[in-house]
């Protein structure tokens, strides 16, 4: 017997083959920002942009697709911002 309460799985989970492409994404991202954004960060950024994508969407297929461009574009305005920074 689980004692734990059921709680309904995250509407913005993604599917197996969107989870595939989220992780793909990842991997280009942190291949395209290494040494200047940390691979967590990266992953962070990632999942948040999907949950954002993902809140209001009604056909889910291009959402990994759009979270790694909306990923890349805050990614390097980080980049942009600490190098005018330094």
Do not use: C, K
Not at 29 to 46: C, T, Y
Not at 55 to 72: G, S
Request: charged share 25%; net charge negative; hydrophobic share 40%.
């Amino acid at each position: 017997m689980n004692d734990s309460p059921v709680t309904s799985p995250n509407p913005h989970d993604p599917s197996l083959d969107q989870a595939v492409a989220l992780h793909a994404a990842a991997t280009r991202l942190e291949a395209e920002f290494e040494g200047r954004i940390d691979d967590d960060a990266i992953e962070q950024f990632l999942r948040s942009a999907y949950d954002h994508v993902a809140e209001d969407a009604t056909i889910d297929n291009f959402l990994p697709l759009l979270a790694e461009r909306y990923t890349r574009e805050w990614l390097s305005a980080l980049v942009e911002q600490q190098s005018g920074a330094g």
